[in-house]
């Protein structure tokens, strides 16, 4: 059973437009959330995080938003630049160390920013 | 700064054949210590973890094992491995102690068995 989805697999955009990744959970425990990026035969690369006081976090570029009622969070970026192109998996913590702070990774999604 | 070595980069081993996987950090002490692999397709799957040396969790039942012989150290190992064995392995390191754990990566093994 995923805890984590990421239910599309792919994403075009154009250079200069923004770019919106999905992610959906079940775990009602999970309240730590974060975004990682990976780029073929590298390891991912974290992005940026939000707890589950929040329901926005801002950094340059990229910006998560959290729906806690709906369990539902996004990240957006804007402008997309070709060197985003990459793929952006979405993770989840319980938050506490051990194994209910272990992260639970979604499956990705292939972003693909053309110029 | 913190670093996180994973060697070696790329392995081709035989099926049955055994195999050693390591990782090494730089920069922190006694931090959390993961493996994970990326099959074809698929997402991160966490396969141990480990809070302190001697100490090893497993999360998914398997030919692999994983050992912690220092604080900074952490080794995937199996006596034989199987083609479904193949994939990206990575190892990832985060803060001991902390609640929320943002986990750092390194560069990752590509395995292939044949």
């Known amino acids: 059973d995923q805890q984590v989805k990421q239910n599309s697999p792919s994403l075009s955009v154009q250079e200069g437009r923004i770019s919106i990744l999905n992610c959906d959970y079940t775990?009602?425990?999970?309240?730590?959330f974060l975004w990682y990026k990976k780029y073929p035969a590298e390891g991912p690369t974290f992005l940026i995080s939000?707890?589950?006081?929040?329901d926005k976090n801002e950094d340059g570029r990229f910006t998560v938003f959290l729906n806690k009622s709906a369990k539902h969070l996004s990240l957006h970026i804007v402008p997309s630049q070709p060197g985003d192109s990459a793929v952006y998996f979405c993770?989840?913590?319980?938050?506490?160390?051990?194994?209910?702070?272990?992260?639970?990774f979604g499956k990705g999604t292939k972003l693909s920013v053309k110029p | 700064s913190q670093t996180i070595h994973q060697w070696p980069a790329t392995l081709v081993q035989p099926v049955g054949s055994p195999l050693s996987l390591e990782c090494t950090v730089e920069?922190?002490?006694?931090?959390?210590l993961y493996w994970y692999r990326q099959a074809a397709g698929r997402g991160l799957q966490l396969l141990f973890y480990?809070?302190?040396?001697?100490?090893i969790s497993s999360e998914v039942p398997q030919n692999l094992s994983a050992s912690r012989p220092q604080d900074r150290q952490f080794i995937l190992s199996s006596k034989k491995l199987l083609l479904s064995d193949s994939g990206f392995y990575l190892c990832?390191?985060?803060?001991?102690?902390?609640?929320?754990?943002?986990?750092?990566f390194g560069p990752g093994t590509r395995l292939t068995v044949l």
């Open positions: 990832a390191w985060s803060k001991g102690g902390h609640t929320y754990n943002e986990q750092f």
């Open positions: 775990n009602s425990m999970f309240d730590y």
């Open positions: 939000i707890s589950s006081i929040k």
């Open positions: 993770a989840a913590s319980a938050g506490y160390g051990g194994s209910q702070g272990n992260l639970i």
């Open positions: 920069g922190t002490s006694n931090p959390n």
């Open positions: 480990s809070v302190g040396i001697g100490q």
